[in-house]
């Protein structure tokens, strides 16, 4: 357990997550204080981990996610006491990836969860692309869920809107108050931060990797070239990218240009979004990396090293990676096991490995960070026996890894949803249907590296986990909050890199960028950029 000052002490360091968004105007005529002073006054949760499953492939400090060959045989039972959250159903609002699941009704997996928790968890599931316009809408009309995921980033959000719509959870969380939810007080505490606003804790945390994730390789596809898929530099890398593209078998190196330009800018340790040095920030794209990478990239699209639809077809690059069109695809670290579940039955050997940008002369290697969060869930406000319940809800969704709760969140229930393999289960295809509820995005547990399907490839997890986290490049504006940034990033963002996109495509010269840029700093960027500058001065004051 951290000291309550010490917790302090990172809000300070780490978080402040809407510092720059000035309180005045709250309707009290009082003097103004910024986010990041009122947030330093907050108590986040005390962190008590939990210790019940051992592992030769532990978790660090710095951020590894530990590694597990096999469930334990005996799963301890979460809630030996019964369902936790008896009571009335509580209505989740929250967005989803994948296809959407099978409705209660007809979901063994739903209906047995709900049984454990003791309430029906209603979940109101929106596809990924509309959630944006849905949480406004839900917020201007006024006829809230009882909680729902929110972006962080969100365009919506206000220090006035949390405090009249959301409940402040800091009676319940704070320090060791969380011990009552002992499940939530095993998220770490950098998953927490960005859940203090208007000096208190507002939100719930929904747990990710810090190591981002790796630039998958077909290891398949390169051993069939024989080719060594290490490069050291990048100009062995373009090199290999040429080796392994073969257009007569409609084999390319890569297929989407702009994870190719984010490897090129981690090759040049360019920075995570923004840099900051001495509080001053400069955004990725505005640097003599930026302007580097669109050449890289250029010279790969030139070499025909790319998908011939890279630049003209978008949501197929996936398919491309798993189907073999591609052989290498930077993506998330969960897509790991996703591409061994949806690809690897209809490929004979398929295997996946994971690359880190080589140093750009074959020096030091960086890797940028990941979010410690995806988004964050926020709770009406209601009584607090209610609240109460609400939290016991969201605790069950955060069983850890060797419970049964986990177990029954992760894989389902034993026969419809999963066959057991000695002490793991594997999911059936009612399983694989059944278990995409968006559980995770409520809450949950701290990610581990298990895959019980093919338990061999944890090693490798873990391999690329010890080699990423040393080298982690933070984004130093992920606490912060920009309200300019959330109502005007979107739509620059998709002008800009339709000029990058046409930059490494070839049809646009590069010496176009700077201009580019110099739109970006007129219409919107230096004053996010002033925004962040004051959060960051105000969280380090």
């Known amino acids: 357990m951290t000291s309550a000052l010490s917790r302090r002490g990172f809000l300070l360091g780490a978080a402040g997550i809407t510092a720059g968004m000035a309180l005045s105007g709250c309707g009290d005529g009082g003097p103004a204080i910024s986010q990041a002073a009122a947030n330093a006054k907050a108590q986040l949760p005390s962190y008590i981990p939990y210790r019940g499953v051992p592992t030769t492939m532990p978790s660090s400090p710095q951020g590894i996610t530990p590694g597990y060959l096999h469930y334990p045989a005996q799963p301890v039972k979460a809630f030996p006491e019964g369902p936790p959250a008896a009571g009335p159903g509580i209505d989740i609002m929250t967005l989803i990836f994948n296809p959407v699941p099978p409705p209660v009704g007809r979901n063994t997996m739903w209906k047995a969860l709900d049984k454990s928790v003791g309430c029906d968890l209603n979940f109101q599931i929106t596809p990924v692309g509309d959630y944006p316009d849905k949480f406004a809408v839900v917020i201007a009309g006024g006829d809230l869920p009882d909680a729902m995921l929110m972006l962080l980033q969100s365009a919506n959000r206000s220090p006035q809107m949390l405090s009249i719509l959301f409940q402040d959870l800091s009676e319940h969380l704070s320090g060791d108050n969380i011990r009552d939810y002992p499940y939530l007080a095993n998220i770490p505490t950098a998953s927490w931060a960005p859940c203090a606003m208007n000096g208190g804790i507002y939100a719930l945390p929904m747990p990710r990797m810090l190591s981002g994730g790796p630039n998958y ?17 990048w100009k062995e890398f373009a ?5 392994i593209t073969d257009p007569k078998a409609n084999q390319y190196a890569l297929g989407d240009p702009i994870t190719a330009f984010n490897f090129a800018m981690q090759s040049l340790h360019g920075a995570n979004q923004w840099g900051e040095e001495n509080g001053k920030f400069t955004w990725y794209l505005e640097t003599e990396e930026a302007k580097q990478s669109l050449d890289a990239v250029r010279r790969l699209t030139k070499a025909g090293t790319l998908h011939p639809d890279a630049y003209s077809v978008t ?24 591409y061994y579940t949806t690809y690897a039955s209809a490929t004979k050997g398929f295997e996946l490995g994971a690359m880190i940008a080589p140093g750009w002369d074959g020096g030091a290697r960086a890797q940028w960070q990941g979010s410690a969060n995806y988004a964050v869930l926020v709770v009406k406000k209601a009584p607090k026996p209610r609240i109460k319940q609400i939290l016991r809800a969201m605790n069950a969704l955060a069983a850890p890894f060797g419970t049964d709760g986990y177990l029954l969140r ?7 949803d999963h066959t057991m393999q000695g002490s793991d289960p594997i999911l059936t295809p009612q399983g694989q249907n059944e278990v995409t509820l968006p559980t995770i995005f409520a809450t949950d547990a701290p990610q581990v590296l298990y895959y019980p399907a093919k338990p061999e490839i944890v090693a490798s ?46 049809r646009v010269p590069l010496s176009e960028w700077d201009g580019v840029m110099k739109d970006w700093r007129k219409n919107a960027g230096d004053q996010i950029r002033a925004e962040y500058e004051k959060a960051w001065e105000d969280s380090h004051a």
Do not use: H
């Open 461 to 506: 997890q873990y391999a690329f986990q010890k080699a990423a986290v040393p080298i982690l490049m933070p984004n130093p504006a992920e606490p912060l909050y920009s309200e300019t940034n959330a109502k005007k990033s979107g739509l620059l963002q998709t002008s800009i890199d339709d000029t990058r996109k046409g930059i490494m495509q070839g």
């Open 410 to 416: 992760k894989y389902g229930v034993q026969g419809p």
């Open 217 to 233: 390789t077909r290891l398949d596809l390169f051993r069939k070239k024989g080719v060594d898929p290490n490069p050291t530099s």
């Open 239 to 243: 090199q290999l990218c040429e080796d």
């Open 315 to 338: 949501g197929k690059v996936k398919d491309w990676f798993g189907g073999g069109q591609i052989a290498m695809n930077p993506d998330a670290p969960s897509s790991w096991n996703d």
